[in-house]
Nanobody
Framework: QVQLVESGGGLVMTGDSLRLSCAAS????????MGWFRQPRGKEREFVAA????????EFADSVKGRFTISRVNAKNTVYLQMNSLQPEDTAIYYC????????????????????WGQGTQVTVSA
């Protein structure tokens, strides 16, 4: 397994942008499909985005399509979530997750398929 540490969260205004980072330990980062999930207060954790091992394939939740992008730099063991046009409904704790398995859009949105998780970073968007 890899150990994951998120950073980059904060308090922003509606329409602002933020970039979250997730740094992974270990030398096998490039073998992992990486995902971002979020959990609003009092609600269940939900899928945001995922990226394949080379970065060639990405998947997004409908709620963030066109506003968020996901990328990775394997040489830096880091995955990013660029969030633009933030809205109050994007307020949540954001988690990155890792899964060592073949990329397939059918399993990406389900948190149970990821074996490693970070501690989360809070994103708050004020109206």
């Amino acid at each position: 397994q890899v150990q994951l540490v998120e950073s980059g969260g904060g308090l922003v205004m509606t329409g602002d942008s933020l970039r979250l980072s997730c740094a992974a330990s270990g030398r096998t980062f490039s073998f992992y499909v990486m995902g971002w999930f979020r959990q609003p207060r009092g609600k269940e954790r939900e899928f945001v985005a995922a990226i394949g091992v080379t970065g060639a394939y990405t998947e997004f939740a409908d709620s963030v399509k066109g506003r968020f992008t996901i990328s990775r730099v394997n040489a830096k063991n880091t995955v990013y979530l660029q969030m633009n046009s933030l809205q109050p409904e994007d307020t949540a704790i954001y988690y990155c997750a890792a899964a060592r398995r073949g990329y397939d859009a059918t399993w990406l949105p389900y948190s149970s398929n990821y074996e490693s998780w970070g501690q989360g970073t809070q994103v708050t968007v004020s109206a």
